[in-house]
């Protein structure tokens, strides 16, 4: 019996392999689809309208010190937003016009959903894209394929902002340099402990080269 249970496991396990390297053979090849789509859809773009609700937690961690731990609970279909911060909650629904309390939490919610979803944000925001080209990833050193996303100098809460994202053949981003718009800032990090979550498919640790600086997230659920 336990030997029977085990080759259906995994069968079931074979299965599953093949038809996840089939999705990635058919997203490389869909000649309809642009470089930052791919990517999208590499990480599961395709099943995010058939989710309610994702809840996650946002922490910083610098020099082994816990700078920012931020609780979020985001119902997709009404966009009510509610963030748990220093055993405070906070709420609010995200549209067009926001009053002036409620533009604190969307700029964090924005910051810390962007690092969440960023593949799904090639789809949602209005970013233009360079050409794509080979070189090599700022901390690993690695030959990668480099896509520049850069976002209009007007509006949202960092206008100007661009990011150099590294990406391997199967359209998931490994790495990515943060540029600010005054060129002041050069911030590299790795995207990394991809997770899945009902299709849906995160990098839950980002880390600089040095590993001083780590953004990672925990208490993920897709409802």
């Not at 809840?55 to 609970?73: G, I």
């Not at 209005?126 to 690695?142: G, Q, R």
């Not at 540029?179 to 911030?187: A, I, T, W």
Request: aromatic share 14%; net charge negative; charged share 35%.
């Amino acid at each position: 019996m336990k030997k029977t249970i085990t080759l259906i496991l995994l069968s079931l396990t074979v299965i599953a392999c093949n038809q996840e390297k089939k999705k990635k053979e058919e997203v490389a090849g869909d000649p309809n689809l642009e470089v930052h789509e791919k990517i999208a859809m590499a990480n599961g773009f395709e099943k995010f309208d058939s989710i309610n609700k994702i809840n996650f937690t946002f922490n910083v961690k610098v020099n082994d010190t816990l700078r920012s731990q931020r609780r979020w609970s985001w119902n997709i279909k009404t966009d009510k937003i509610s963030l748990t911060e220093k055993d405070s909650t906070m709420s609010y629904t995200k549209k067009d016009s926001l009053a002036e309390d409620k533009k604190y939490i969307d700029r964090r919610f924005v910051n810390d959903s962007y690092w969440l979803l960023f593949p799904y944000q090639l789809k949602w925001s209005d970013a233009e894209f360079s050409e794509v080209k080979t070189a090599k990833a700022p901390i690993s050193e690695k030959e990668m394929k480099m896509l520049t996303v850069s976002y209009p100098s007007e509006g949202g809460y960092t206008p100007g902002d661009s990011y150099d994202i590294y990406f391997d053949e199967d359209y998931m981003i490994r790495e990515w340099v943060y540029k600010s718009s005054d060129g002041q800032r050069e911030s590299p990090s790795t995207w990394e402990d991809y997770k899945d979550f009902d299709g849906i498919k995160i990098a839950t640790m980002h880390k600089s080269k040095d590993g001083n600086f780590e953004l990672f997230f925990s208490d993920i659920s897709v409802e």
